[in-house]
């Protein structure tokens, strides 16, 4: 089944205390992207990676970090959280970065953030 | 810089009402695409329409259908015969041709519809 996994799905941690939160799709896509979304705001990008090895910044990337190393992983690291980064975050994926695309882009479960 | 709005932040009808939902977008951009996701209680994403900026036409998807107009930038979603199940937040989103990763989402309609 063609899907995008994230874990954990819902996490409370403090303040300060690094943290990953992983995301795995199976369908070989190229293009993958972390949001957040808060309400009120909708969501919104925070980084982007269009290939493995190749990552960008989207609307919100302060406090966050990414990386690519492989194709189906794109894992989204919060180094030192605080509590404005408590969010509902989802990891997506799509076959290419081209907005034609788009219409096969793929939205993982969520993971619900709690930071105190 | 590109924008969407959606100006009705919860709606609340009866079932079997009619409902529709508004969209405003702002781009500068004459290639462009648009979007609608439906968000249940559950919590997922769940992708219901793509337009793109060069197709006018309207679409119906059974109790769906979806008013496209450049003159107004709007994109606007109509629910017939709302039901139950209808009942999450819809969001609204816009993309760019290239880099035409990025969604850029309204704030969302939080829709209700009662028994």
């Known amino acids: 089944e063609a899907q995008v996994t994230q874990n954990p799905r819902y996490l409370i941690t403090v303040t300060g205390k690094k943290l990953t939160v992983t995301c795995s799709q199976n369908m070989n896509h190229e293009y993958m992207s972390w949001y957040r979304q808060d309400p009120g705001l909708g969501l919104r990008q925070i980084y982007y990676s269009m290939n493995v090895e190749v990552t960008d910044k989207g609307d919100v990337p302060e406090g966050y970090k990414v990386s690519r190393k492989e194709k189906r992983n794109f894992p989204l690291i919060l180094e030192s959280p605080s509590p404005n980064q408590t969010s509902l975050y989802f990891c997506?994926?799509?076959?290419?970065?081209?907005?034609?695309?788009?219409?096969?882009?793929?939205f993982g479960p969520g993971t619900r953030l709690l930071v105190l | 810089a590109q924008k969407v709005t959606q100006a009705q932040t919860e709606i609340s009808v009866v079932e079997k009402e009619d409902v529709t939902l508004d969209c405003v977008y702002e781009?500068?951009?004459?290639?462009?695409?648009l979007f609608w996701y439906k968000q249940p209680p559950s919590g997922e994403l769940v992708f219901l329409i793509r337009r793109n900026s060069f197709d006018e036409q309207n679409e119906i998807s059974g109790r769906y259908s979806w008013n496209f107009q450049k003159s107004t930038s709007s994109f606007n979603f109509t629910i017939t015969a709302s039901q139950v199940v209808d009942s999450a937040v819809y969001f609204c989103a816009l993309s760019e041709a290239y880099p035409g990763g990025k969604l850029i989402f309204g704030q969302g309609t939080e829709l209700s519809v009662k028994p």
């Open positions: 997506a994926s799509s076959p290419s970065g081209l907005a034609e695309a788009q219409e096969t882009q793929y």
């Open positions: 781009t500068r951009d004459t290639t462009y695409y």
